[in-house]
């Protein structure tokens, strides 16, 4: 009872602010109570995550998807009008109100607690209270006002952290080329010829969109001894999408792909290099390896022959795996240009060309 006078108290309180808000908008006044958004860097488990923030009701306000670096998923429940944050335990927080509900184990059911602020969707994205969430999944949250910042501990098990792979462990002078994006219909055949010709065997990272415009270059890779791996369906920005659209974006390509060629990727390449803790973890829930690169061409910007075979020359080393690319665009002459350069140039060394799942066998 208690607990619904003070909600009451509240919405009372809010209802002031609301008439206040809409007072000082006729008058032209900017209201004292706006959010201003201000962006500094949290501290997760050492590491440094930058992150929009604001402060409501004396309470620190992160994205919902903020919690994706501290290894939870998070997804939107439309039927609920909630944000689900889950980690060991679940916190739903409900969209423009002022309470959450967890799930506790030991009992085997949900509780509902009032906070003193609200979730508030500010530009399209849902704000929640960082440290109730945060302590609710068993972190710690701590502040330093000397140097202004804020350290969560997650206090996950260590062994729990996935790994991203920039380059095979090996002394054996292998280096593995990989060309992300495609297929495309003007620079992957010219790479798949002049592959066939070297007798060189590549990793395509491929976007599940573009096998759906051009299934047959996919099957082309394949037939011709390439490895073929995923690369999401249209090549978001992973970190900013809620763990389901994740994953729904690695496993419709990888149907696809299969349904294609018939075989099953196995390697991923986040679009961008860019994921989060939980991003992670859900590559390895879906039996993925996260593959990165050692050796970045930069091709993608209009690098000349020239200067990709020169970035290569510098940064190539054994076990080292090249970026490159093959989607549509004119600015990738160079890479068509480079590759029969790079293959006899690396060969005269003593390098041997190998996919990734060769590169990362044992
Ligand atoms: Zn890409």
């Given at each position: 009872m208690i607990k619904i006078n003070k909600i009451e108290r509240k919405r009372a309180f809010l209802g002031i602010i609301l008439f206040s808000f809409i007072v000082s908008g006729i008058f032209g006044v900017v209201p004292a109570q706006a959010a201003t958004i201000s962006s500094a860097y949290f501290s997760v488990d050492g590491e440094l995550i930058k992150t929009n923030y604001y402060m409501q009701n004396g309470r620190v306000m992160v994205p919902d998807l903020f919690f994706k670096h501290t290894g939870a998923t998070v997804d939107k429940n439309e039927k609920?009008?909630?944000?689900?944050?889950?980690?060991?335990?679940?916190?739903?927080?409900?969209?423009?109100?002022?309470?959450?509900?967890?799930?506790?184990?030991?009992?085997?059911?949900?509780?509902?607690?009032?906070?003193?602020?609200?979730?508030?969707v500010i530009n399209g994205r849902p704000y929640i209270p960082l440290i109730e969430t945060a302590l609710k999944l068993g972190m710690t949250v701590s502040y330093d006002s000397k140097i202004n910042r804020t350290f969560i501990q997650t206090n996950a098990p260590k062994e729990s952290k996935p790994i991203?792979?920039?380059?095979?462990?090996?002394?054996?002078?292998?280096?593995?080329?990989?060309?992300?994006?495609?297929?495309?219909?003007?620079?992957?055949?010219?790479?798949?010829?002049?592959?066939?010709?070297?007798?060189?065997?590549?990793?395509?990272?491929?976007?599940?969109?573009?096998?759906?415009?051009?299934?047959?270059?996919?099957?082309?890779?394949?037939?011709?001894?390439?490895?073929?791996?995923?690369?999401?369906?249209?090549?978001?920005?992973?970190?900013?999408?809620?763990?389901?659209?994740?994953?729904?974006q690695l496993t419709s390509t990888n149907e696809l792909i299969e349904k294609v060629t018939g075989v099953k990727p196995t390697l991923l390449r986040p679009p961008y290099g860019d994921f989060t803790a939980a991003d992670a973890l859900v590559f390895e829930k879906l039996g993925f390896k996260n593959i990165l690169w050692s050796v970045d061409t930069i091709d993608w910007d209009g690098n000349s022959a020239e200067n990709i075979l020169t970035i290569v020359n510098r940064d190539k080393s054994p076990g080292g795996i090249v970026l490159q690319h093959n989607f549509q665009n004119t600015k990738l002459q160079g890479t068509v240009d480079a590759l029969p350069k790079m293959i006899d140039q690396l060969r005269a060394e003593g390098y041997k060309f190998v996919t990734i799942d060769s590169l990362l066998a044992k």
């Open positions: 609920y009008n909630s944000i689900a944050v889950e980690r060991n335990n679940i916190v739903a927080l409900y969209l423009d109100k002022a309470y959450m509900d967890y799930f506790v184990k030991e009992k085997n059911k949900w509780i509902r607690e009032y906070l003193a602020t609200t979730t508030t991203a792979i920039k380059k095979g462990e090996t002394t054996e002078k292998k280096i593995a080329l990989t060309f992300d994006d495609g297929p495309d219909k003007i620079i992957t055949p010219q790479l798949l010829d002049i592959l066939k010709e070297k007798g060189v065997h590549a990793t395509f990272f491929v976007v599940g969109e573009q096998v759906s415009y051009y299934p047959q270059l996919a099957k082309r890779m394949v037939e011709e001894g390439h490895s073929i791996a995923n690369h999401s369906w249209n090549h978001p920005e992973l970190s900013k999408l809620y763990t389901a659209q994740v994953i729904q």
